[in-house]
């Protein structure tokens, strides 16, 4: 019997959850007042009204604020036609349907199986057409499935069983076009010399492949798994007038062998820190921290299933990060995560939103909802991150997701033995997120959507949240030998790699599935989520099964690791995959690309701001989207759980203050802190890669030190989101930004541990446009801080303090925001002096460890003139600057906002400030003036001209409200 | 005094027992963290404790709303043992979602252990959404020997559904109990509903409870946020050789009273 349990808001339309919906119809342009938003949940099983009633009484309604109706499930409602309801398609997952089961079995309410609904009364009779705009606005049409009127049933929708057929593809006779299009059906996203290595391989093995073997090398072979275009051939060359890359570190015939090691890693290989504990070969890079304790860090892109389902997409892209932490090494324990997003214009009309795109208000707050909901579930603080807006994201918006793990060091190895059990613990496995890997590997277009709807996966943090427990427990009690996340390419990938040298043979039936229905193929390829597969030597099989049973966490057997060299699959006795892997991770065929880098004329936006108006102008970048106080979005972030904060994002009496970097604890009584950052301007890219690589990373490490980050323990990741890389000017832009990044790291000393690229990130207008986004180089920089006294924070401390700018000034205007907004054209691009600023940096350390700093900003987008209002805004005080021309020029707009690289502001009290020349002897360092009670910042000219007089209210307003506005609301009141 | 035992009692998503557990020990306990399957095989081993915490995080995801299959589990499978604890004289607290599962299972409203049916929530935060940041509390009674002086302090909350909701009589008859302990405070130490020093819309500006005993105690913010001295947001422009954040207070006042309870 299927009873129906229909929870009623007493507050009705004036319910959260009632008002929430209603406001997301009205950003969806419907108008629905009065909508009510209802509970409903559906029970089948051996159960009667009496025990259905006490389901509802004693468990599922809140009396205080609910009333409960309970009816079989094919009573029609009274309100009929106003009634909307939205529900997860059948086999999608869902949590609440897990928990219901549970917490019904504790009631002793027999169930077999339940569902759960969210159900809508408008005012009205809904139309189809409003129907249509509500499933896409308060439900997915992904994952969601949407029904009009009363909600009657008798039962539950189930799946249907599967029937085994082996599905084998015709290859060997294909050539050209003909092979091209299996290529396309299959949606392989390989390229053909790729699909006539494997037809050839099957040739020589007489035989054609079957449709999972296929997938498996198309999944391996991805550029997502395989990254085959930075560790590929390519030929370099310059068109037009530039700055030639041959003089900058690019051998002189331009042949490069593989782009990855002859930059990035050459970088890391020559300054072999000996803190650099493992890099470069697992999911994350890893570097000592303290004593026993290292740390590891991981950024990952989820940029295109985040495009298609922002909150699905983000919410994933994250647990993928969060697993690839606890599956580094033998099994780390996550300790914070950063998120950086980069999207389209939020004031975008939508009239110019373009065909299968979502708006950028919609992916943004879709966006931050999944990244809330999964970072705060799982108890991992998100203190680190920043959001960047430019036109070009509109199609294909950036997701960057990062994790930073604790594990202790002689946990960091892990090799899988002969014999080893393979164990899959975690959730089930569903249909869900069939193709990921493929699917980032191709370009986004118009029809994304409706194509690739099955490569978005569903994530449920508290599976996720479950596993790391066991995860961790195990470690402790050395219950594995290897342990590695399920990603793109689900249990493919992750048994591909385990087995890489030894052999593996699952037996796909005893996969734990969602529901009926699966094919061996899906069960192969799913990329359900919180899955991990472990190495378990036969010994230690009960004590780890019994640990997952005490958790309530699955885990089962489904294969061995064999010594054969073989991959084998088999569905019930009947082998459905037997291929070496060898074959499979060195059969890929090399391609050579050409790569060609010629600077484009850059447009300018239309100017905002009139040039020489200083007030205006820094008014104008304080209060621009990417400069813009990004609170809206960080308040709904945990970002103290563990309570391990030590530098929160915002600072200050008003809790307003931009932070440089986070710094967290990372273990309760810990003695020392993490501090991490990040660097990214997407201006850059489009004056020069080179340039912009170069500033990306000393952004990073200006922002490391100012919180109190030790240079000289400090390890750097790079995450390149570009264009089609097929293309030969993204590919040399690419190049010049990867010259750029070993450049700096080289100098800096930073070596890099860790990197991921995407390099697709293109969207097709259905008026057959490709829009590439702009080159995108994140970078993050992690290490230990100088000490835990040694932090220091952005906002200004005390009226009477000294403050200082710490490097030069120059007339570096390209690319900037004074640029964007006043549309007076730089025509140079801020370029690096990194053994210059490395000696400031050092100095800086020295006068942090020395306790001279009262705090410490870090000149970026808007240069001093905005790090100054910052300060000022945090401390609730003002500061009186005079500027001079020592700080690197005498013109009064170049020294307020130009964007030079490696300044710092610094507050000293007046008894420090010779033993803060002392420290920076020799160095760039200038007075500026002070730090004043009186409420607003004033500076003045070279010439003594007032430039900016700005009562800090006005500052701290232009800073903080445009993100609240651009979302209909309004910032709310502050503490001072 | 003797070193009184004190249990984190977590389940699937509670993510605050590390750090709980660890002030507890500093505060003098002796901790032990179990999960809620532990306890259920073996009901009596809740005899071992003087004080038990239920920390914060999502316990089973809050699917069914916060806190409530938690909660479920200490009405039907855990129900007479916990009689039994509270009938003893022994020490509950629940912080955040342990708070949640606190009033969602009847035992902070109550004239019995278990209240029912249960008579007060909490609900969605007024703002429809998650929300972190650092409220001001004002200790408002002093019925429960989890707190000491009727001062200001400052704890973050961090939660979606952290709002009071109760009829006006059940509101009444805990103020005239003194069942109300903390309430959230605006800038001049009055208690407010304004947002967002009131974070969530709770009324009557509750921020935390106790139960008609004293014995149990349920709060919203996180004072296991605010132990150490780089806790505090403004910590770098107060001195740093502070030892203990305000949040301190409350465990060491718990494990004081719980080791009382070791030696009687």
């Known amino acids: 019997m299927l009873f129906k349990i229909r929870l009623t808001p007493k507050l009705r339309d004036k319910s959260p959850e009632s008002l929430r919906a209603a406001k997301t119809l009205e950003d969806a342009g419907l108008h629905s007042k009065g909508l009510i938003h209802r509970r409903i949940y559906l ?94 606005a308060l439900g997915n049409v992904v994952v969601d499935e949407a029904r009009s009127g009363a ?23 294909l050539q050209g076009d003909a092979l091209m299009d299996v290529n396309k059906n299959h949606r392989l996203s390989l390229n053909s010399a790729e699909m006539a290595a494997i037809r050839d391989f099957f040739k020589a093995a007489g035989r054609e492949p079957t449709d999972v073997e296929l997938q498996t090398v198309a999944q391996t072979w991805s550029e997502h798994c395989k990254h085959k275009t930075m560790t590929g051939r390519m030929t370099y060359r310059e068109e037009g007038k530039t700055e030639c890359l041959f003089d900058l570190g690019a051998p002189r015939d331009g042949k490069i062998e593989n782009l990855l090691k002859e930059t990035i890693k050459r970088a890391t290989d020559e300054l072999n820190k000996p803190w650099c504990l493992s890099v470069f070969v697992d999911n994350a890079g890893v570097i000592e921290f303290e004593g026993e304790d290292a740390i590891c860090f991981k950024v990952e892109t989820h940029n295109h299933p985040s495009a298609i389902e922002p909150y699905g997409g983000a919410g994933t892209g994250l647990g993928g990060v969060i697993r690839d932490i606890l599956g580094t090494g033998l099994g780390a324990r996550p300790i914070l995560n950063t998120n950086v997003f980069c999207f389209g214009e939020l004031d975008t009309p939508q009239n110019q939103i373009p065909k299968g795109a979502l708006h950028p208000r919609k992916v943004m707050r879709g966006v931050v909802n999944g990244v809330r909901d999964y970072g705060n579930r799982m108890g991992i603080p998100t203190p680190n991150g920043s959001v960047h807006f430019d036109a070009r994201y509109t199609g294909n918006p950036l997701v960057y997701a990062g994790s930073v793990g604790l594990i202790p060091r002689n946990k960091i190895n892990k090799a899988s033995k002969a014999g080893d059990r393979i164990v899959v613990v975690g959730g089930r496995t569903g249909r869900d997120g069939i193709g990921g890997a493929t699917f980032s590997s191709a370009e986004l277009s118009s029809e994304s959507e409706t194509v690739s709807s099955g490569a978005v996966q569903i994530g449920n943090a508290i599976a996720e949240q479950m596993v790391q427990e066991v995860l961790v427990k195990a470690r402790d009690a050395d219950l594995f030998n290897a342990v590695t996340d399920c990603g793109a390419g689900g249990l493919s990938s992750a048994v591909g790699e385990m087995g890489e040298h030894l052999g593996a043979k699952v037996e796909l039936h005893k996969i734990p599935t969602k529901y009926e ?5 899906e069960v192969w390829l799913s990329e359900a989520q919180e899955r991990m597969v472990f190495a378990v030597p036969p010994a230690k099989l009960d004590a780890l099964l019994k640990l997952c049973k005490s958790e309530d966490v699955e885990a089962t057997v ?15 006795g009947k082998v459905v995959c037997d291929m070496p892997m060898k ?85 309760p009584g810990g003695k020392n802190a993490v501090v991490v950052s990040n660097g990214l301007n997407t201006r850059l890219g489009d004056v020069d890669p080179y340039h912009m690589a170069m500033s990306n990373i000393d952004e990073a490490l200006r922002n490391y030190v100012c919180a109190g980050g030790d240079i000289g323990h400090c390890a750097i990741l790079d995450n390149f989101s570009w264009g089609n890389c097929n293309k030969p000017d993204r590919l040399g832009a690419l190049v010049r930004a990867c010259y750029g990044c070993y450049a700096a790291a080289k100098a800096f000393g930073t070596p890099f541990i860790s990197g991921k690229d995407s390099l697709n990130n293109e969207f097709m207008t259905d008026a057959g446009v490709s829009v590439a986004i702009p080159h995108t180089l994140l970078i993050s920089a992690i290490g230990r801080a100088v000490s835990l006294r040694a932090l220091t924070t952005s906002d200004l401390k005390k009226a009477g303090n000294r403050l200082y700018v710490a490097g030069l000034t120059r007339q570096e205007f390209a690319g900037s925001h004074h640029e964007m907004l006043t549309g007076v054209r730089g025509d140079q691009p801020p370029r690096l002096d990194p053994a210059a600023a490395l000696k400031l940096y050092r100095a800086l350390n020295a006068a942090q460890a020395d306790g001279l700093i009262a705090s410490a900003h870090d000149c970026a987008e808007g240069g001093l003139a905005v790090c100054l209002a910052e300060m000022a805004l945090g401390g609730r005080l003002g500061a009186n600057v005079t500027l001079t021309k020592d700080l690197g020029s005498d013109d009064d707009t170049t020294l307020l906002f130009a964007e030079s690289n490696s300044r710092i502001v610094v507050e000293v009290e007046p008894a420090n400030e010779a033993k803060l020349k002392k420290v920076f002897a020799g160095l760039p360092l200038f007075a500026l003036g002070e730090v004043a009670a009186a409420k607003k910042l004033s500076v003045k000219g070279v010439k003594g001209a007032s430039l900016v007089d700005q009562p800090l209210e006005k500052l701290t307003a232009a800073f903080r409200e445009p993100l609240y506005r651009a979302f209909g609301e309004t910032a709310p009141a502050t503490p001072a | 005094m003797s070193k009184p035992q004190a249990l984190v009692l977590r389940a699937a998503g509670t993510n605050c027992e590390r750090e709980t557990a660890w002030t507890l020990e500093q505060a003098g306990a002796s901790v032990e963290i179990l999960h ?27 699917d069914l709303g916060s806190g409530v299959v938690f909660a479920n589990q200490l009405r039907t499978r855990l129900k007479g043992a916990i009689e ?25 409203t109550g004239r019995d252990v278990f209240d029912d049916p249960v008579r007060a929530t909490l609900t969605w935060n007024l703002t429809g959404r998650y929300g972190d940041r650092w409220v001001d509390l004002r200790i408002v009674s002093e019925k429960t020997p989890f707190v000491s002086g009727r001062k200001i302090v400052s704890y973050p909350v961090a939660h979606a559904e952290g709002r009071f909701v109760a009829p006006p009589a059940v509101l009444d008859e805990l103020e005239q109990d003194n069942q109300i302990v903390f309430q959230y405070v605006d800038g001049n130490g009055r208690p407010t509903q304004d947002f967002p020093f009131n974070p969530n819309g709770s009324d009557r500006a509750i921020a935390g409870i106790c139960s008609k005993t004293g014995q149990v105690l349920g709060l919203m913010p996180h004072p296991e946020r605010n132990v150490r001295h780089f806790h505090h947001p403004e910590w770098t422009r107060m001195s740093r050789d502070r030892q203990w954040g305000d949040g301190f207070e409350l465990f060491r006042n718990a494990v004081k009273r719980a080791g009382a309870l070791v030696t009687a």
């Open chain 1, 43 to 136: 029970i089948e099983g051996e159960l009667d009204a009496a025990k259905a009633k006490r389901a509802a009484n004693e468990l599922l309604v809140d009396p205080v604020i609910e009333t409960a109706e309970v009816a079989p499930g094919d009573t029609p409602e009274s309100e009929g036609n106003r009634l909307f309801n939205i529900m997860r398609r059948t086999g999608v997952m869902d949590p609440v349907e897990q928990s219901l089961m549970r917490a019904l079995a504790d009631l002793g309410v027999p169930a077999g199986g339940v569902k759960s609904v969210d159900q809508f009364e408008f005012s009205n009779a809904v139309s189809a057409k409003d129907a249509a705009v509500a499933a896409a």
């Open chain 1, 151 to 173: 909600l009657t049933l008798t039962r539950l929708p189930h799946g249907k069983p599967y029937e085994f057929k082996l599905q084998l593809v015709a290859l060997s006779k």
């Open chain 1, 517 to 521: 229905g699966l094919s061996y193929l």
């Open chain 1, 558 to 572: 489904i294969g061995t690791f064999e010594k054969t060299g073989q991959l084998v699959l088999d569905w019930n």
């Open chain 1, 583 to 667: 074959f499979l991770h060195d059969g890929m065929p090399r391609v050579s690309r050409e790569a060609v880098w010629k600077p484009a004329a850059r447009e300018l936006p239309k100017a905002t701001v009139k040039a020489g108006d200083a007030n205006a102008i820094l008014l104008a970048i304080l209060g621009s989207p990417n400069v813009c106080s990004k609170e809206w979005v960080v308040r709904q972030y945990d970002h103290e759980v563990q309570a391990g904060s030590a530098i929160k994002p915002f600072t200050g009496p008003g809790r307003d203050g931009p932070s440089d970097a986070c710094a967290a604890v990372p273990r």
């Open chain 2, 36 to 62: 809620v399957n532990a306890l259920i095989e073996a009901p009596s081993r809740l005899n071992d404790y003087q004080l038990v915490v239920i920390p914060g995080g999502f316990s089973y995801g809050d």
């Open chain 2, 84 to 108: 039994k604890y509270i009938s003893d004289g022994k020490l509950m607290l629940g912080i955040c979602n342990g708070f949640q599962v606190l009033l969602k299972a009847g035992l902070l």
